[in-house]
């Protein structure tokens, strides 16, 4: 499966997230938008071959200030996705591997941009799963975000809020 229909899907459901957040404001459905996208950029960083500053991906952001980073975000992979695909095979340094090794206690492989293409939805599909959850805690209505909703749908551009 080609790596821009994950991604394309990928921007799709977070923008749908965002449109069924509304103006609901509740602090763990927050945490939970903000980890995704600094997960999305700490990627894209580690990929860039930038230092990546977790500090500085968690800053507190107002709502729509955070859905402009997300944004940004896919901005910025559209102009990257093309140069990534050419290097799948390339190991990725990340930063945090070393606490997890000494967490787990033992070495851990590096990952291929290849695999992290692939983890970078996955773990965003996993923390949307635990959003739409909070949502409906707090009131909202979740919207259907599966991959294969998406294919139902004709493959729908983002709807941004």
Same mark, same amino acid.
């Given at each position: ?8 899907? +990928? =921007?799709? @459901? ?13 602090? *763990?459905?927050?945490?939970? +938008?903000?980890?995704?996208?600094a ?6 960083? +580690? ?7 977790? *500090? %500085?991906?968690?800053? =507190? ?8 980073w %997300?944004?940004?975000?896919? %901005?910025?992979?559209?102009?990257e ?17 070393p606490h997890?090794? *000494?967490?787990l ?16 939805? @996955? ?6 799963? =635990? @959003? ?19 294919v139902?749908?004709? *493959? ?6």
């Open positions: 499966m080609p790596f821009r229909d994950l991604y394309a899907h +990928m =921007q799709w @459901a977070d923008a749908e997230i965002w449109r069924a957040i509304g103006d609901i404001r509740d602090e *763990k459905l927050h945490t939970l +938008m903000t980890h995704i996208h997960v999305q950029h700490a990627f894209l960083l +580690m990929w860039r071959g930038v230092e990546v500053d977790g *500090k %500085a991906l968690y800053v =507190q952001r107002e709502p729509r200030q955070l859905q402009a %997300a944004r940004d975000y896919y %901005a910025a992979l559209d102009d996705l093309p140069r990534l695909e050419q290097r799948l095979g390339d190991i990725v340094e990340m930063p945090w591997l997890f090794e *000494k967490q206690g033992r070495p851990l492989t590096r990952p291929t941009v290849e695999e992290t293409l692939i983890q970078v939805p @996955a773990h965003s599909t996993y923390h949307r799963g =635990q @959003a739409n959850l909070r949502l409906r805690e707090a009131g909202g209505e979740p919207p259907l975000v599966d991959f294969i909703a998406w139902w749908f004709g *493959k729908p551009e983002p709807r941004w809020p």
